[in-house]
């Protein structure tokens, strides 16, 4: 079996608005063998830009496109594909959209893996010790603390007894955060509160909310300082009394390594979209060497939630799992399957693959570019 064609498709919702969603457009990477099997995947990060390093020509040895690596490969040797991409990319790759870019390809590569051997991926990644999580429900924060806790009822009435809220209008003032958490926590009742800040404050500054947030009985503080300050995240893991979560920017191995080697979080957020199976297997083993606890990110389609199922459900200490709740025709149509949770729980996929079809109409109902 040999791969024969590798097609990327940008999809896009008619109106795409500004807010921080990134089930509003999506990357397909469609992965077709010379015996008929197709795979899927999807890439969470800016859809031009990874369609651009999979179509790329090759340049030189260490910058080259990942297509002109791929054609004529066996799509079941997956490490050893994963470490040549990464090889032919060092100029432009390592970490960020270029890891993103790999991801998507990794990903419909164990899609035809498993459709050739007929069994699910986490079955292929050593076996799932979990066949279904309790999930959250992952949305925007409301404009204030009245609308937030409107929100929070709406999930709460919908089954679910987790709730996370996020992004803007988090880090405006120390009045509206309260004021934001407060609401939420109002509209939750006894249900688990998640407050994902959006990379908003100083180290300091994060502290000081932490300790105002604890009063409200949050399960975890997320994303409260840029990325790139993994010692300030160390320092407030140290401090913080309630867990802090991070990691949903991060790509790759050498992206995670300084979180991971300085312990810096409580929870490690992996995103299969942004990190592909054959990496999220590797870091799961480095955070549980650790002693921490990992979580799937996931805001974007049924693909991608279908993937974290797979890879999260091989996590032995895998506790929640994000189920992006935004009402967008992306996360709810584009595949026949909902892969979404009923009364607050979500089911691991247990078909070929990923275990997802995609919805072919819908996808030529909102294609709006292709690799040519």
């Not at 020509?57 to 496109?65: D, E, I, R, T």
């Not at 089954?159 to 988090?170: C, I, L, N, R």
């Not at 109002?186 to 908003?200: K, Q, S």
């Not at 979500?346 to 570019?369: C, K, M, R, W, Y």
């Amino acid at each position: 079996m040999k791969i024969e064609q590798i097609v990327c498709q940008i999809l896009r919702s008619g109106s795409v608005t500004n807010k921080t969603a990134s089930c509003q457009d999506s990357v397909l990477v469609r992965i077709k063998t010379d015996n008929g099997l197709e795979g899927i995947g999807e890439a969470d990060s800016s859809p031009e830009v990874v369609k651009a390093i999979i179509d790329a020509p090759y340049s030189h040895n260490v910058a080259c496109g990942l297509r002109e690596l791929l054609i004529g490969e066996n799509p079941l040797e997956t490490e050893r594909l994963w470490q040549k991409m990464y090889r032919h990319t060092m100029y432009f790759g390592r970490t960020g959209v270029t890891i993103t870019a790999m991801a998507a390809i990794d990903m419909a590569l164990w899609d035809l893996k498993g459709k050739h051997f007929g069994e699910p991926i986490h079955r292929l990644l050593g076996g799932a010790h979990h066949s279904e999580f309790r999930a959250y429900a992952s949305i925007l924060f409301g404009k204030d603390g009245q609308e937030t806790c409107d929100i929070a009822q709406r999930w709460i009435e919908n089954g679910y007894t987790a709730v996370k809220f996020g992004w803007e209008p988090m880090g405006e003032s120390e009045a509206l955060d309260i004021e934001l958490v407060a609401g939420a926590r109002e509209g939750m009742g006894d249900g688990t509160l998640l407050i994902d800040a959006g990379c908003v404050w100083d180290a300091r500054t994060a502290l000081q909310r932490a300790n105002a947030f604890a009063d409200y009985n949050i399960g975890w503080l997320e994303e409260p300082l840029f990325p790139h300050d993994v010692a300030g995240y160390a320092w407030l893991k140290d401090r913080s009394p309630v867990p802090i979560a991070a990691g949903e920017e991060e790509c790759g191995r050498e992206s995670f390594g300084p979180y991971i080697e300085q312990r810096a979080l409580d929870v490690y957020q992996i995103d299969l979209a942004r990190n592909g199976f054959t990496e999220a297997s590797y870091l799961k083993q480095r955070i549980s060497d650790i002693g921490a606890r990992p979580c799937n990110h996931c805001y974007t389609s049924p693909i991608t939630v279908a993937a974290s199922l797979h890879w999260l459900a091989t996590c032995k200490d895998a506790f929640i799992f994000e189920d992006c709740v935004e009402d967008e025709p992306i996360r709810n149509e584009l595949t026949y399957e909902k892969v979404q949770a009923e009364n607050g729980i979500i089911q691991v996929p247990d078909q070929p693959g990923l275990g997802v079809t995609l919805n072919e109409e819908f996808v030529a109902a909102h294609i709006v570019s292709e690799s040519k």
